[in-house]
């Protein structure tokens, strides 16, 4: 197959994506309240005659000359931020671009990615002869898990053989990444007059029973994600200095790893502890792609680099194959004055062609 053309220049693309992340940052879009940027995400598609569908505050479309009988791959990503935190110095809804870097909130997480998918679904939208479908999301709650994001729309979608779930990765491919388990624990003991002994108390309890499970080793350790990690995230007991309380309230944020599902966790973490455990969801597990997969060894034959990724996002609700890769750097999502070097957006437009391109030719 020859190369796939498009009827967009790389200066073309790269404008576009540019004025969508400025428009995007200017529009607060907190989880649940995305719908002023899924608007102007149908406004963008609408200017290049692309129709669009919407499910709640997600936007989707097909390319062109979309066939139901070939399978589909999914471009994925989306479009709620999280709230600024107290120490911007930047106005975190005022794009700004200087030395090289547009500043803004979402603008590298995932900001930078929605825009470069867009401009990936325009080179390609109107090709008669690709292998696959291609299908473009713009998905709402994904900083909070939420009901109402991709695993409420995914139903909706055609059959998806792959799904590219835009986040900062360096346009290195994540091909596995841990899973979140978070669970309430509570110790309970005799609650007593803290000037009296009492071999029963609920905190003392509490720490050796804690001071076990974080000692604790999984045996199965994964070659991408490394060990299942427990972490203690809150510690609750007590209100009055003379009173032994009758419980200790606690939780863990466990991060799991493609060797274990979260139902299998909880259960080891269970036996190995004498609180009472109650797991919030056994939602959010951890995936992985194959190494040999030809969407990642064509990533791998144009130089990129693959690796295990300890953050979470929607990979983990999406119900198929599917792999993480978007311009950014994940250590930059979340902090103060966030950022995206627009030299990174033109390489992830690049980026994500090249290796669609062999994937599509491969097909």
């Known amino acids: 197959m020859q190369e796939l053309k498009s009827v967009y220049s790389q200066e073309e693309l790269l404008d576009n994506a540019v004025e969508l992340l400025k428009r995007l940052i200017e529009i607060p879009s907190f989880s649940k309240d995305e719908f002023n940027t899924s608007v102007e995400i149908e406004n963008f ?11 709640k505050n997600n936007i989707w479309a097909v390319n062109k ?4 009988f070939k399978p589909s791959v999914l471009l994925n990503t989306h479009h709620d931020t999280v709230k600024p935190n107290k ?7 005022l794009p700004i671009e200087k030395e090289g870097k547009l500043f803004g909130l979402g603008s590298n997480d995932a900001g930078a ?5 867009a401009q ?8 008669e002869d690709l292998q696959y479908n291609l299908v473009i999301a713009l998905t709402a709650e994904e900083e909070i898990s939420g009901f109402d994001g991709i695993e409420a729309l995914f139903p909706q979608l055609p059959n998806i053989e792959l799904a590219i779930v835009g986040e ?16 309430d624990g509570e110790m309970k003991g005799t609650p007593s007059h803290a000037a009296h002994p009492n071999e029963d108390n609920s905190i003392v309890k509490c720490m050796a029973d804690l001071q076990g ?5 999984f045996p199965k350790v994964s070659d991408y994600l490394g060990e299942v990690k427990v972490t203690l995230s809150g510690i609750h007991a007590g209100i009055q200095h003379n009173v032994v309380p009758e419980s200790c309230t606690f939780t863990l944020d466990v991060r799991v790893t493609d060797e274990y599902s979260n139902k299998e966790v909880f259960g080891i973490i269970q036996s190995q502890m004498n609180s009472d455990l109650t797991a919030r969801s056994f939602r959010l597990n951890s995936s992985k792609i194959a190494l040999g997969h030809p969407f990642v060894k064509a990533g791998l034959e144009i130089g990129r680099t693959t690796y295990g990724s300890p953050t979470s996002s929607d990979q983990a609700i999406i119900p198929c194959t599917s792999v993480k890769l978007g311009p950014g ?3 930059r999502s979340h902090t103060a004055d966030e950022f995206i070097f627009i030299e990174e957006i033109k390489e992830g437009i690049e980026i994500y062609i090249k290796i669609l391109e062999k994937f599509l030719q491969a097909g």
């Open 113 to 117: 990615s929605l825009v470069s998918m």
């Open 168 to 183: 900062p990765t360096q346009m290195n491919l994540a091909i596995a990444e841990k899973g979140l388990l978070v669970i």
């Open 120 to 127: 990936v679904f325009l080179h390609f939208y109107e090709r």
């Open 213 to 217: 499970i974080l000692n604790f080793r």
């Open 329 to 331: 750097d994940s250590t």
């Open 45 to 55: 598609f609408r200017k290049h005659a692309i129709p669009t569908k919407r499910f």
């Open 65 to 68: 000359n979309f066939d139901i």
């Open 87 to 93: 120490a911007y110095t930047l106005d975190p809804f």
